[in-house]
């Protein structure tokens, strides 16, 4: 039996004068297969962790050095797979460099290879300049030939870049446009152009780029259902609801449950949530059949409305269809529908009956228990906690801290964000400590804090203090404050002044109350008028 060429990758792991591997067993690889493939889909399923998935790929890859695979493509194609999910982008790289003998002339790379190390790329979150500088060293150094699926699982990690630059995103996805054109994909005749078109709309709506979005979709020679979804997404993200509304009820040749949440999600995260709910009845008249999603969107309307009935009824549905409907982001919608809506007990008593929660269920029922004055529970149950606390729970816990009165807890939880649990506070927290110190009446620590700040107060720490100078009688402060503020929100400057006035007028101070009068009118400007609205089934609610 011929011998493996010997192992050069690696080399450095083993000892001097140790023997070529002669693999002897086929049954050994297929082991190695079968165990990378089941770590792989554990990794994706959520059901191991990371580092565990990292550990389990350092012992596969060991074992293709020792075994003398570190050339087997259909093995290194699993542990890249395995790589991809646990986001581990430098052992990618690793596994792919080595699909190639480093003896023998390069061939082409293998495109499932390459795509496995973008898909990697992408689960590791790489930012876009490093995502086109892989796939720029796969094409100019390694001679790879991008296929429609190198292209669309490009464009997808580039739509979903989290924080990135839009105009940093607008120029990687016209570069991965121009070599798309270049390399024939977008004229595949496999269809798989329309995969690619598809994702350029998504990528261009990413980066706020509507125009080229439309005329990318315009261009599409037969535009599938998945196409038209995405252009009705586009507008919807872009923020053009009108637009929309209009594509999906004029232009669009049918339109499924995708389509029909879609609208129904822009409508309910856009203040717009009874035209929500009307879509959704309408969706229901059309008879296209809801999901999870959708009854997602409806419970964010039913929040936002302060509708407790139709929310019950779509608990109530939601029961009726199975538990096979139930997912974490279902029982997290309807949480926080029961908080918003008032119904405090129901979220908790859901909340407790939930066989699997998430760091947002957490969070969502510790805030709303501090929401509804129930501030003690609302730190037992951060006690009993048993996911990891993000920055949004700790936010949840110091303002149940404030509610409580807990001062020195949360001043020993806000101290504590960064040593114990790896979240450096921002100027919300920084907010939530002076409001706290503002409402309980340590106006000079809170002051103090606002002046240690490593950045720049906001208007939500000095109205914070303004605040707590009104409950104090602090004249001198509040109009020190008011000044401050009057820069920050020049726009909103009548109204500070107005609160200035009024705190001189309530201790007699009337030249000063008058002097203060003055400006206002000098600025030609009146407070912002409030407003309101009322929910026949349900209370009043009136927004500043």
Known sequence: MPRDPPLRAGAALLPPNFPPHIPLSGALQQRLYLIAQHLSRRACAGSLSPSAARRGLDQLHAQLLLNGFAHKRFLLAKLLSLAAAAADLPRAESLFLSSSPPHCPAPAPSPTLANLLLRAATASGAAPPALLAIFSRLVGRHGLRPNAFSFSTLLAALASSAGAAGALLAHAARAIHARALACGALVAPSGGSGHVMTSLVGVYAACRQLGDARKVFDEMPGKSVAAWNCMLAAYVRCGELDVALRFFSHEMPGRDAVAWTTVISGCANSGRAAEAVELFMRMRKARVKDDAVTMV??????????????????????????????????????????????????????????????????TTMISGLAMHGRAQEALDLFHRMQERPDGATLLAVLRACSHAGRIDDGRRYFESMERVYGITPEIQYYGCMVDMLCRWRRLHEALELVEKMPFQPNEGAWGAILSGCRREGNLELAAKVTDRLVELQPERAAGHLVLLSNMYAGVGQWEQALMVRERVAALNAEKPAGRSWVNQNESCVVVA
């Open 297 to 362: 969107a409806l419970l964010t309307a039913c929040a936002e409305l302060g509708d407790l009935e139709l929310g019950r009824w779509v608990h109530a549905r939601v029961d009726g269809d199975g538990r096979q409907r139930r997912m974490v982001l279902l029982d997290n919608a309807l949480i926080h529908m029961y908080v918003k809506c008032g119904a405090v007990e129901d979220a908790l008593r859901l909340f407790l009956m939930m066989p699997k929660r998430s760091t947002i269920s957490w």
